[in-house]
T-cell receptor
Framework: EAQVTQNPRYLITVTGKKLTVTCSQN?????MSWYRQDPGLGLRQIYY???????DKGDVPEGYKVSRKEKRNFPLILESPSPNQTSLYFC?????????????FGDGTRLSIL | SQQGEEDPQALSIQEGENATMNCSYK?????LQWYRQNSGRGLVHLIL?????REKHSGRLRVTLDTSKKSSSLLITASRAADTASYFC????????FGQGTELSVKP
């Protein structure tokens, strides 16, 4: 089954404790991206990747890191999480350039930073 | 600055009725996409309409695009309780930007 898999689905942690949210897709998609969803602000893109070893900042990249060492994986790293990063996070993938193609989303990761 | 803005923010209808949601945007676009999000789940792509298209159908969904008015509408005909979800437009004007969504509630 074609899917985007995120882990963990839920995480409560404390300020400053490094964490990684994994994202994996099995559709051989070139484009992958991370979004955060906050009430009243909608979905905002954090980082995206056009292909292996190619990443770029989205609209709200501060406090986040990503890497794209393999085509299927695109982990989101919070080196020193802070309470304002409490949010619902989504990973998405698509063919080709991404923005002109339908996006396939994971089921989300709800992060709470205390 | 936000590109797509949906209207209304919330919509409540009875099963069998039609639901219409609108999306307005500010700058020129290459395409516009509509997505559905069920509570607690990721977004699911519904339909993509290109800037040179005016109308597109998919099952009970009908999407229109008016580039002169910079607006799009999503019509769901003969709604069902299972259509209860949030619906988002996403505009591609060089980058993909999502609106804040319309919450649709379909009562049985």
């Amino acid at each position: 089954e074609a899917q985007v898999t995120q882990n963990p689905r839920y995480l409560i942690t404390v300020t400053g404790k490094k964490l990684t949210v994994t994202c994996s897709q099995n559709m051989n998609h070139e484009y992958m991206s991370w979004y955060r969803q906050d009430p009243g602000l909608g979905l905002r893109q954090i980082y995206y990747s056009m292909n292996v070893e190619v990443t770029d900042k989205g609209d709200v990249p501060e406090g986040y890191k990503v890497s794209r060492k393999e085509k299927r994986n695109f982990p989101l790293i919070l080196e020193s999480p802070s309470p304002n990063q409490t949010s619902l996070y989504f990973c998405a993938s698509s063919k080709g350039q991404g923005r002109v193609q339908p996006q396939h989303f994971g089921d989300g990761t709800r992060l709470s930073i205390l | 600055s936000q590109q797509g803005e949906e209207d209304p923010q919330a919509l409540s209808i009875q099963e069998g009725e039609n639901a219409t949601m609108n999306c307005s945007y500010k700058t020129s676009i290459n395409n516009l996409q509509w997505y559905r999000q069920n509570s607690g789940r990721g977004l699911v792509h519904l339909i993509l309409i290109r800037s040179n298209e005016r109308e597109k159908h998919s099952g009970r969904l009908r999407v229109t695009l008016d580039t002169s008015k910079k607006s799009s509408s999503l019509l769901i005909t003969a709604s069902r309780a299972a259509d209860t979800a949030s619906y988002f437009c996403a505009t591609d004007g060089g980058k993909l930007i999502f609106g804040q969504g319309t919450e649709l509630s379909v009562k049985p």
